[in-house]
């Protein structure tokens, strides 16, 4: 019991992006690890990050997070910066290589899925994702409608 305990507490979401995950199709997800100012540490364990709108762009075998918003933990304190500037990710060349090159093909994307923090270090899950067509995105409310009246007649009986 105190086990599942400590391995709760070891790996726990901040955040999760969840407009990618009704816009996109996931394919693939990976963890990566991101470069961060000790500030920026702290912004993110406060959850002052916004993942909406951020993606993922490969520049000289380097993979860079663009356009994801992370607020400044002290906003006084803090020195003048652009909170979406690009931040280097932490992957291996073999991942960098792979992502590339299915990222090149038409319609798949890399966009920033969840950001956790795994063993105290944060961590953030990056997808390779394919965009949804509008009625695949009826299709996703009506299956989580139908989920729910499921669940509420369940918790009825």
Known sequence: MADSHLF?????????????FFDYEILEMIEAGILL???????????????KGGYVTFRNEEAWLEQVDISPYQP???????????RK???NKREI??????SETPGLT??????ILNHNRIKIIIGLCRGKKQ????ETIKKRATDRELRRTVKMR
């Open 89 to 91: 990710l932490l992957l």
């Open 110 to 115: 890399v966009v920033p899925l969840k950001v």
């Open 8 to 20: 709760q507490m070891k790996l726990m979401e901040i955040t999760r992006n969840k407009k990618a």
């Open 97 to 102: 290589v792979k992502l590339v090159g299915q």
């Open 135 to 138: 009625f695949d995105k009826r």
């Open 37 to 51: 100012k000790g500030y920026e540490t702290k912004s993110i364990r406060a959850n002052k990050i916004n993942l």
């Open 76 to 86: 006084k304190n803090q020195p003048e910066e652009n909170t979406k500037k690009p």
